[in-house]
């Protein structure tokens, strides 16, 4: 059975706070994608990576930033957490040959005060 | 850059047919997916289309036209159990390992 995890269902932080989600696979899986879901927004991708310490912008990554040190694991950081980063994150992955078919974590809702 | 449109609403009865339509506009396409999201779930893929025409798996099949930039999923012999949101995404020329999702439609079945 494939599996997705990531660290926390759910988190509570406060303004300027250090916030660190970590996303692991064990599926062996190059394509790495950290998502942002809210109510009528559909998911919005913050960032990606296609390989160990490479990682590319998505369509939002501003105010986020990422670290991929080895293949399985995907961090997302949130370096001074601000109110309007109040969200679900859900990571995701995807193989080389199936890039279409991608695997989700069960999400981390995050709030921050 | 991708823009995708779906309704955000549909509303069915137990055992009807119900469809769900995108759209799209990018630039270079590599196909269509669909995506189910139950509520407090994870998205998990249902079908994927690159080429034009209907795929089928079980009661959920699901159309592409590349010509219109359009396709649907279609749910057969709906279920309560369906009700959950449908997201369209596109893989297309940008970068082709990522996908661009629609905004999702929430399906409501009623008994």
């Known amino acids: 059975d494939v599996k997705v995890t990531q660290s926390s269902r759910y988190l509570v932080k406060r303004t300027g706070e250090k916030v660190f989600l970590e996303c692991v696979q064990d599926m062996d899986h190059e394509n790495m994608f950290w998502y942002r879901q809210d109510p009528g927004l559909g998911l919005r991708l913050i960032y990606f990576s296609y390989d160990v310490k490479m990682k590319e912008k998505g369509d939002i990554p501003e105010g986020y930033s990422v670290s991929r040190e080895k293949k399985e694991r995907f961090s997302l950081i949130l370096e001074s957490a601000s109110t309007n980063q109040t969200s679900m994150y859900l990571c995701?992955?995807?193989?080389?040959?199936?890039?279409?078919?991608?695997?989700f974590g069960p999400g981390t809702r995050l709030t921050v005060l | 850059g991708q823009s995708l449109e779906q309704p955000s609403e549909v509303t069915a009865v137990e055992g009807a047919i119900v469809q769900i339509n995108c759209t799209y506009q990018?630039?270079?396409?590599?196909?269509l997916s669909w995506y189910q999201q139950h509520d407090g779930g994870a998205p998990t893929f249902l079908s994927y289309n690159a080429l034009d025409g209907l795929e089928e798996t079980g009661r959920f099949s699901s159309f592409l036209s590349r010509s219109d930039s359009y396709g649907y999923l279609l749910l057969q012999e709906l279920q309560m159990k369906d009700s959950a949101s449908y997201f369209c995404?596109?893989?297309?020329?940008?970068?082709?390992?990522?996908?661009?999702f629609g905004s999702g439609t929430q399906l409501t079945v009623l008994p």
């Open positions: 995404a596109v893989r297309d020329g940008s970068s082709a390992r990522q996908l661009t």
């Open positions: 995701a992955n995807s193989g080389l040959a199936s890039a279409d078919t991608q695997y």
């Open positions: 990018t630039s270079g396409f590599y196909g």
